[in-house]
């Protein structure tokens, strides 16, 4: 069974940077080289709402809150994806989450300070 975990979240201050990371096990290497991976994110009181999208072919599928500050890559070797964020901003706060096909990670929190 496929198991998510996110990293690398933080607090950081508005016009910052974080990558966060996705690890995929219980999948072989093979198999997560093709597998699409999204991006969520949740803050209290708020739905969870789609933040990116990367296709096993590396499409990739941004919201439009996060277009063009946020990119998305994936460790073919590691079983990773990264969500990088650029240029952070209060609103960019919340857990993030990276899911596949209904498998969720436990999320990690980002908060950025103005």
């Not at 933080?10 to 096990?25: D, K, M, P, R, Y």
């Not at 277009?67 to 990773?80: C, I, Q, Y």
């Not at 240029?87 to 899911?99: M, S």
Request: with cysteine.
């Amino acid at each position: 069974q496929v198991h998510l975990a996110e990293s690398g979240g933080g607090l950081v201050q508005a016009g910052g940077s974080l990558t966060l990371s996705c690890e995929a096990s219980g999948i072989s290497r093979l198999m997560f080289g093709s597998m699409n991976m999204d991006w969520y994110r949740q803050t209290p009181g708020k739905r969870r709402e789609f933040v990116a999208a990367g296709q096993g072919d590396g499409t990739t599928a941004f919201a439009d809150s996060v277009k063009g500050r946020f990119t998305a890559s994936k460790d073919k070797s590691r079983n990773v994806v990264y969500l990088r964020m650029n240029r952070l901003t209060p609103a960019d706060t919340g857990v993030y989450y990276c899911t596949n096909m209904g498998v969720w990670g436990q999320g990690t929190q980002v908060t950025v300070s103005s």
